[in-house]
């Protein structure tokens, strides 16, 4: 069974609940966002700019799905670039209430086995703070590596903070 499946304009309001109900889970993993963003109209224009880049080819962005079908969270395939580096970014959160089950790590598998057999990628990058322990966890069970430190990488929680760098590369045949 799929864990994951492509966004949708009809996700907004959803979405827009589970960021408000996770608001406080999600800060300290998160950029600061304003109200507007916890509002569907908010996750509404996130989604139509994640589909219009999705249809460029830069972006897959998708939801999770817990077994019942209800999402429960977000995962994309950002930053995605072609010619010799055939690489992207990856990103991802679950609901408090799904979190530590499992869903992230299948969510993961599913998305990387995508970026490699339907996407034609080569690598797969995703970065963490020093601290996310279960987000590295879940990145080594899908047979990620760290490959290295990148001071002050992104502006989370209101200051740039250091991110460890990850990488999955698409195995031999």
């Known amino acids: 069974m799929k864990i994951t499946r492509l966004i949708t304009l009809e996700?907004?309001?959803?979405?827009?609940e589970l960021f408000r109900v996770n608001r406080e889970f999600l800060a300290p993993w998160e950029p600061l966002r304003s109200d507007d963003y916890f509002t569907a109209e908010g996750q509404?224009?996130?989604?139509?700019?994640?589909l219009k880049q999705h249809e460029q080819g830069s972006k897959l962005p998708h939801v999770i799905l817990d077994d019942s079908g209800c999402v429960i969270g977000r995962i994309t395939l950002s930053g995605i670039v072609r010619g010799p580096f055939q690489s992207c970014s990856l990103g991802y959160w679950v609901s408090a209430s799904h979190n530590g089950r499992g869903f992230a790590t299948r969510a993961v598998r599913e998305i990387v086995r995508v970026a490699f057999d339907e996407l034609g990628l080569h690598r797969v990058q995703a970065e963490t703070l020093l601290h996310n322990a279960s987000s590295q966890?879940?990145?080594?069970?899908n047979g990620f590596v760290r490959f290295g430190l990148a001071p002050e990488y992104l502006n989370i929680a209101g200051r740039w903070q250091d991110h460890l760098m990850f990488q999955v590369v698409k195995p031999s045949r």
């Open 137 to 141: 966890r879940v990145l080594e069970r």
């Open 44 to 50: 509404q224009a996130v989604i139509e700019a994640d």
């Open 11 to 16: 996700d907004a309001p959803v979405l827009a």
